[in-house]
Every structure is written in structure tokens, then in C-alpha cells.
């Protein structure tokens, strides 16, 4: 079958098969950015570990930023399947020249971060990524399937975590509910800009990349969400927030801040990729080493 | 020394290297390496715990895992030097988790017949992890000191840097518990580790360091400065909230 016989089945589109160049690049650029955003997405929580409360808290969460770490792996590799070389992605990340998801650009500032992260972060990529699992291109469809699994496991685990500082001291229950305050709104951008500015998403959706719109996905989420703040018992920053008897009706989301950490003046962008830089350059040496040892051994 | 304090050297030891290893957490070289490096601090971190849990029983003072890892004074702490030592770079982080896990790969192989059940349980579950550890750190030994110039310097300077602080590692330290069959005597691990660390050096063409040993004392809670700072970053949080459930 040919790409579009394909398509029109829904079926998936397989590594070998034929398929338009545009297809293929814009594969390429949302696998590529979905697997930068992994690898970054590290260092917010991973900054936490040394200092974790409670030994049974340093585990969860150094068992869930590696999860982060094998995310990135299987992304790299699905986008390995279009053509392109992890290392390549890897230089397009750090010479600014592809993104990763700008929420990873505010900073993680108190323990109760984890857990916001994992409930909110985690929470409003699942619901982007869900459908991913349903993508016509088969090899990202089928890293999805693992991806959200383990996605819903660290949502819960957050929820757990912001659930026993809800519940803890006068102390713990502050810290909680400003990580909520400061997490809220960029966790709603997670989505993406609104239907009317997105020029892209008619023909990702066209192509089965894309399943549903971004104001529908933020819809879906802010209606998940409210409902489990109310069981934490904390409140979310939004004096708009009401229900219309379908959908919980959320206030303006600030666009301007938007755009500002998308174009690289968020709080910690800069941070964000010289750390990675860094841990690449320092690490040349050892890649240097292994290849020519695995070199040797051909030889 | 009571078992509680045997048991806490055990523990400690997994402890600190756990938290020295997770600090590598988005800095690896390599993405492979940072699952790898996590899975290694995990393992350790879930070996400390079991430890951390039996020390505190046998202490019979009430105080569990967290009370003990997170509200002890560096005097307190039993581990041995070496893991305590900042990371340095990629070639010191291999050498020490080559000569680290060499040795507890031959303590936990013994210990796993301890005439304690429980220590030789957790031995038993232990020396499993801590074979692929010793296989991981091995290989990247072989790599480094034979893949490029540089990384044979890093290397051999990365041993050279750990190990002064392996002789700790064999200092006769409880001779009543080894002599009632619970404890392993460690300094009848000096042979096959140096035997095991020795055969890997040569595949890797590096030679055993002609370097003095270090003072030591970890085990009686004298530790070098690198223990403060180590135990604050591990400690501050926890402590800022007394009483406070996580």
C-alpha cells in the first residue's frame, strides 16, 4: 500500500515504506524535541535527589529521572528509524537549533517541586502524549505505548508525594501549594498556543500525527486536574476557574510569557543547556575512548 | 563491635556510594550511562536501606532508615573512606566503583552464608548487583585504558587517586562476630580482590598504583573533609522539617 492508502486505513507507516518528505521532517523535529525534552527534563527533578527527604523518596525519584533517561534512549532510536544519527539531534540540541518543551525552563526551587512536576508536568503530558500511542507512524506509536505507562506511574507517584505534604505540617502544606502556584500556568502551556495560532496542526493532523487540537488537550487536562486538586486540598492560582456544567472554565493563560520562554528568556534556559553542554563536553573524552577501543576490537 | 555496628559499616557503605553515584544524575557521558549510573545508585541505595532497617532492630532504639541515615552525625557514620571521595571525573568514578565493587562482590559472596539469616539474605539478593557493577566498572576499565591516550592518562590517574584508600577495606575490624560465624573477616578478601582488580588492570595494559596508603578510620567515624559537605546536602532537608513525615 502507498502512504496515503495507508493513512486512509489507519494503519501505521513502517521505517521502509515511502512516504513524503515533509512527513519525514516533521517526524524527525517532533521526535527529536520530545526526546531533547526527556534529557532535560532530567536535571529540574534530578537536582532534588541528592537531597530528598526520606530514603524511600531518593529512590522513587532516582528510579523516575531514569526512566526519563530511557525515554530519551527509546525517542533517539525511534527518530534513528527516519534517517538522522542521535548525535546529530544531540548537537541540533545543544547549538539552540531544536527545541525541547519550555516547561523544563523554570526552576524546580523546593521539594515540593517533585512531586508538582510529576503531578502536573507529568499529568499534561500524558494527556499529549496518549495519543501519540495512536500515531500513523509506527515505530513513535509504539515508543509511546511504553512512555505513557511509565508517565501515568510518576503522576501518581507525584500526586502521592504532594498528598503526604498536603496532609503534613503547617510547613509542609505551604511548600506544596506554591510549587502548585508557580507550576499551574506553565503546566497549561504545555499544550502549545492556541487553536487559532497553531498553523502546524492541520496537517499534522492530516498526516496522523496529531489527534487532537491543542485546546481540546488543555481542555482535557484543566477537567482531570481541578477535580484532584480538590482531593489534595489545594487550590489552584486561577479566580476564573468554573464549571459550566461540562467543562471546568479556566482564566487567560499569559501568552506573552509564553512566547518570552519559548524565544529563550524563561528563568533557567540558559542554565539548562549549558549543564547539558557541559556533561557532553566532559564526556568527549570517554566516547572518544570507547569508539576507538570498539575500533580495536574490529581491527 | 555489636552487630548493629557491623551492620551500619555495611550499610553506610551502600549509602554513601549511592548518593556519590546519583550525583552523576544528567552528566554521564553518555545517555546509556546515566541509566546505567542511576541503576548502580539504586541498587546501592536499596541495599543501605535493607541495612539501615536491621542495624536499627538490632540497635533496639527505635530508630529506623530515615532516623538513621539522615539524623547521625559524621562521627557516627561507619564507611570507609574511598566512598565518601568526590566523584572527580569519569575515570576516578570507575576506578573507585572497580575497586569498591571488587571488594563487596567478595564480602557479600561470603556473607551470603552468615550464620545471621538476615545478613545473609540481603548478601545473597546483594551479590548479584554488585557482579554486574564490578562487570560494568570492569569493562569501561578495559575501554578506557586502551581506547585513546587521554583516556588511558584519566584512567591510571583515576586509580592512582582511589587507591590509597583500598587498604581500609581490609583492616580487621570485628573478631568475635567472625569468629561466631556472622561476620566475614575482610582481610581474607584482600587476596582474591587483588587478584580479580589486578587481572582487569592488565587486560586494560595498567598497572597496580605504587601509591601509600591512606590513614583510614571510617569504620570508628573519623572521616576525611569530603564527609561534611556530603552528609549536609544528603541531610539539610530533612533536618529543616523535625518530625515531618515524607
Known amino acids: 500500500m502507498d502512504f496515503d492508502a495507508?493513512?486512509?486505513?489507519?494503519?501505521?507507516?513502517?521505517?521502509?515504506?515511502?512516504?513524503?518528505?515533509?512527513?519525514?521532517?516533521?517526524?524527525?523535529?517532533?521526535?527529536?524535541?520530545?526526546?531533547?525534552?526527556?534529557?532535560?527534563?532530567?536535571?529540574?527533578?534530578?537536582?532534588?535527589?541528592?537531597?530528598?527527604?526520606?530514603?524511600?523518596?531518593?529512590?522513587?525519584?532516582?528510579?523516575?529521572?531514569?526512566?526519563e533517561a530511557g525515554h530519551g534512549l527509546y525517542l533517539y532510536s525511534a527518530a534513528e528509524t527516519l534517517g538522522v544519527d542521535r548525535a546529530d539531534l544531540l548537537d541540533l540540541l545543544h547549538s539552540g537549533r531544536q527545541r525541547y518543551s519550555s516547561i523544563f525552563n523554570y526552576p524546580a526551587l523546593g521539594w515540593a517541586d517533585v512531586g508538582t512536576i510529576g503531578w502536573l508536568v507529568d499529568g499534561a503530558a500524558i494527556v499529549n502524549q496518549v495519543p501519540i500511542c495512536r500515531c500513523s507512524y509506527g515505530p513513535y506509536a509504539r515508543a509511546m505505548v511504553r512512555i505513557c505507562k511509565e508517565e501515568s506511574f510518576h503522576q501518581r507517584q507525584g500526586f502521592e508525594l504532594l498528598l503526604t505534604l498536603a496532609h503534613g505540617t503547617a510547613g509542609q502544606r505551604a511548600m506544596a501549594q506554591d510549587a502548585v502556584d508557580r507550576w499551574w500556568w506553565p503546566s497549561l502551556m504545555m499544550f502549545g498556543p492556541p487553536d487559532e495560532e497553531s498553523?502546524?496542526?492541520?496537517?499534522?493532523?492530516?498526516?496522523?500525527?496529531?489527534?487532537?487540537?491543542?485546546?481540546?488537550?488543555?481542555?482535557?487536562?484543566?477537567?482531570?486536574?481541578?477535580?484532584?486538586?480538590?482531593?489534595?486540598?489545594?487550590?489552584?492560582?486561577?479566580?476564573?476557574?468554573?464549571?459550566?456544567?461540562?467543562?471546568?472554565?479556566?482564566?487567560?493563560?499569559?501568552?506573552?510569557?509564553?512566547?518570552?520562554?519559548?524565544?529563550?528568556?524563561?528563568?533557567?534556559?540558559?542554565?539548562?543547556?549549558?549543564?547539558?553542554?557541559?556533561?557532553?563536553?566532559?564526556?568527549?573524552?570517554?566516547?572518544?575512548?570507547?569508539?576507538?577501543?570498539?575500533?580495536?576490537?574490529?581491527? | 563491635m555489636s552487630l548493629a555496628g557491623y551492620v551500619l559499616g555495611l550499610a553506610d557503605d551502600a549509602l554513601v556510594l549511592a548518593q556519590r553515584t546519583s550525583e552523576w544524575t544528567a552528566r554521564a557521558p553518555t545517555l546509556e550511562e546515566d541509566v546505567a549510573?542511576?541503576?548502580?545508585?539504586?541498587?546501592?541505595?536499596?541495599?543501605?536501606?535493607?541495612?539501615?532497617?536491621?542495624?536499627?532492630?538490632?540497635?533496639?532504639?527505635?530508630?529506623?532508615?530515615?532516623?538513621?541515615?539522615?539524623?547521625?552525625?559524621?562521627?557516627?557514620?561507619?564507611?570507609?573512606?574511598?566512598?565518601?571521595?568526590?566523584?572527580?571525573?569519569?575515570?576516578?568514578?570507575?576506578?573507585?566503583?572497580?575497586?569498591?565493587?571488587?571488594?563487596?562482590?567478595?564480602?557479600?559472596?561470603?556473607?551470603?552464608?552468615?550464620?545471621?539469616?538476615?545478613?545473609?539474605?540481603?548478601?545473597?539478593?546483594?551479590?548479584?548487583?554488585?557482579?554486574?557493577?564490578?562487570?560494568?566498572?570492569?569493562?569501561w576499565t578495559v575501554r578506557l585504558g586502551a581506547g585513546t591516550t587521554e583516556s588511558r592518562r584519566r584512567m591510571g590517574a583515576g586509580l592512582a587517586d582511589v587507591w590509597p584508600y583500598t587498604p581500609e577495606l581490609f583492616t580487621e575490624e570485628s573478631a568475635a562476630l567472625v569468629a561466631a560465624g556472622v561476620a566475614v573477616d575482610p582481610v581474607s578478601l584482600s587476596e582474591p580482590w587483588l587478584a580479580f582488580v589486578s587481572g582487569v588492570l592488565t587486560s586494560a595494559g595498567l598497572v597496580v598504583p605504587d601509591v601509600a596508603a591512606a590513614p583510614g578510620g571510617g569504620r570508628r567515624g573519623v572521616h576525611t573533609d569530603a564527609m561534611g559537605p556530603l552528609l549536609d546536602e544528603l541531610q539539610s532537608l530533612h533536618r529543616a522539617h523535625p518530625g515531618a513525615v515524607w
Open chain 2, 37 to 139: 549510573l542511576a541503576n548502580i545508585a539504586l541498587d546501592l541505595l536499596g541495599q543501605a536501606r535493607y541495612l539501615l532497617t536491621y542495624a536499627g532492630a538490632e540497635e533496639g532504639a527505635g530508630r529506623d532508615e530515615d532516623a538513621l541515615a539522615y539524623r547521625r552525625p559524621s562521627s557516627e557514620f561507619r564507611n570507609v573512606h574511598l566512598v565518601e571521595l568526590p566523584n572527580g571525573d569519569f575515570g576516578r568514578t570507575i576506578a573507585r566503583l572497580l575497586v569498591f565493587s571488587a571488594y563487596r562482590y567478595e564480602l557479600l559472596t561470603r556473607l551470603a552464608d552468615s550464620a545471621d539469616p538476615t545478613l545473609a539474605a540481603v548478601a545473597a539478593k546483594g551479590v548479584k548487583e554488585v557482579a554486574y557493577h564490578r562487570d560494568h566498572a570492569a569493562q
Open chain 1, 199 to 299: 498553523p502546524n496542526t492541520a496537517q499534522s493532523m492530516a498526516w496522523g500525527i496529531k489527534r487532537h487540537s491543542n485546546d481540546e488537550l488543555r481542555q482535557r487536562f484543566v477537567d482531570m486536574t481541578v477535580p484532584q486538586a480538590e482531593v489534595l486540598g489545594l487550590t489552584l492560582p486561577d479566580r476564573d476557574l468554573s464549571f459550566d456544567g461540562e467543562h471546568w472554565r479556566y482564566g487567560e493563560i499569559d501568552w506573552a510569557e509564553f512566547r518570552a520562554v519559548l524565544r529563550g528568556d524563561g528563568p533557567c534556559n540558559a542554565e539548562r543547556i549549558a549543564r547539558r553542554r557541559a556533561a557532553h563536553d566532559d564526556g568527549a573524552w570517554v566516547r572518544e575512548a570507547a569508539d576507538a577501543y570498539a575500533a580495536k576490537g574490529v581491527a
Open chain 1, 6 to 67: 495507508l493513512l486512509a486505513a489507519d494503519a501505521r507507516i513502517e521505517p521502509r515504506d515511502r512516504m513524503p518528505d515533509g512527513y519525514r521532517r516533521t517526524l524527525i523535529r517532533q521526535i527529536a524535541q520530545h526526546a531533547h525534552s526527556e534529557i532535560i527534563g532530567m536535571q529540574p527533578e534530578g537536582d532534588w535527589i541528592t537531597r530528598a527527604p526520606s530514603l524511600r523518596r531518593k529512590a522513587i525519584l532516582l528510579a523516575k529521572v531514569q526512566d
